[in-house]
Structure formats: C-alpha cells, structure tokens
C-alpha cells in the first residue's frame, strides 16, 4: 500500500520556539491533511490541502501541498505548551483503492514543550 | 450525535476471548471506517463501510477479525480468540462521503490490551 514518511519522528522544543515538521511519499497524493493527536483522544483535523503548490494558514500552524504532490510540510509558531501532542500527515492517493476514500497516515511526530 | 462514539473506552481482556467494540458515528455520515492504532505507529485502516455498499475489508488483519454495520448507522469490530499483539488503540470515524475532502471525524477510541 501507500506510504507516508513523518520526521521528525519526536521533537523537544521551548515554548516560544517554532516548529516545522513534513511528510514524503514515493507517489502522488490527491489531497493532504495535517492531524493533531492529544493523549486519550482520537485524531482531530488542523488543516487539509487539496492542490499542489496550496499554501494554507490557521492561526499559528501554516501547511502547504508539495508542487510533487509527494510532499507536505507543517509549521507551528511560537509554540505554548498546549501545542503538545502527536501530529499526523495523512493522504488521499489515487491508488489507495476504489474511490481514493482510504486514508494513508504517517507515523506521527511527537511534540513535547518545555515551559 | 455531535461527535463519534466509541464504547468501551477501555476494554482489558484474557488472551482467547472474544471482544467487541462499538462505534457510533455522526448522523448523517454515510461513510464509516476502522483503524487501528499500536503503540508509536500510525493508523492502520481495517475496513470501511459506505451505505449499503459491500464493505471494504482488506486491512483486516486475520479472520479473527470482523466488523458488521447495522442500519447504515452504528457498526461494531468483533476480534475473535484475541492474542496479546492485538492490544492497540481502535479508532472509528465517519465522513459525509467517501474520501471526504474533510477528512474524518474520529472517535476517541477503544484501547484493547490483551493480557
């Protein structure tokens, strides 16, 4: 099946400090979507990116779609502690199946903040 | 409901015994889709479900595993004889449609250990 490769795989920050962290692929994605894990819960979407070269904002997180479509990038700015969690790429490829409804995620980067 | 609910949040269990966990997505939402997630990897998809369609169950892992949705609403994962490598978080969630460009809203999860 598709791959997505996360990195970095954790990362330990101070708080105030910005945060960068992408996806690769060896095939193309549809559309790209950035997902946040807290402990206990279930994934919640960030941002989602639907074509290449799409450059996306929400508050302090900004995405954007690889002009490849075999890449994406998340960045977090000045980071406060409740930006702690695990965040997930994730993708549509066209060759995930019928439909393209099967979503491909990374395995995650984990965010730690220090005060 | 407002969101996706999953029952039990916890559920431990003895090596052999049979278990199920109950997902009960957003109304409205046709499409319905199981993951499941171990420890310090991605999500793993399991099997989907889209209205009265046949359902997609190529990321089951064994014939232990199955899932059922009755009524086009709430669906439950049946894991058979469970063995230890079964313990994992299993997340549900739902879309409007198939490859939603959304994404999916997930449940909090069930997190299985197998003891």
């Known amino acids: 099946g598709q791959q997505l490769n996360q990195s970095p795989q954790s990362m330990f920050i101070q708080e105030g400090e910005d945060v960068s962290m992408n996806c690769t692929s060896s095939?193309?994605?549809?559309?790209w979507l950035w997902y946040k894990q807290d402990p206990g819960e279930g994934p919640v979407l960030l941002i989602a990116l639907y074509k290449a070269g799409e450059l996306t904002s929400n508050g302090r997180l900004t995405a954007q779609f690889g002009i490849t479509r075999k890449d994406s990038f998340l960045n977090i700015s000045a980071s406060i502690p409740s930006d702690v969690g695990i965040y997930f790429c994730?993708?549509?490829?066209?060759?995930?199946?019928?439909?393209?409804?099967?979503?491909?995620f990374g395995k995650g980067t984990k965010l730690s903040v220090i005060p | 409901g407002a969101g996706v609910s999953q029952s039990p949040s916890n559920k431990v269990t003895e090596k052999g015994k049979d278990v199920e966990l109950r997902c009960d997505p957003i109304s409205g939402h046709t499409a319905l889709y199981w993951y499941r997630q171990s420890l310090g990897q991605g999500l793993e998809f399991l099997i989907y479900?889209?209205?009265?369609?046949?359902?997609?169950k190529s990321g089951l892992p064994s014939d232990r595993f199955s899932a059922e949705r009755t009524g086009g609403s709430v669906s439950t994962l049946t894991i058979q004889r469970t063995q230890q490598e079964d313990s994992a978080v299993y997340l549900c969630?739902?879309?409007?449609?198939?490859?939603?460009?959304?994404?999916?809203?997930f449940g909090s999860g069930t997190r299985l250990t197998v003891v």
């Open positions: 095939s193309i994605f549809n559309t």
């Open positions: 969630a739902s879309s409007l449609a198939p490859g939603s460009s959304y994404g999916y809203t």
């Open positions: 479900f889209q209205g009265n369609s046949a359902p997609d």
């Open positions: 994730a993708g549509f490829s066209p060759y995930s199946g019928a439909g393209s409804y099967q979503l491909t």
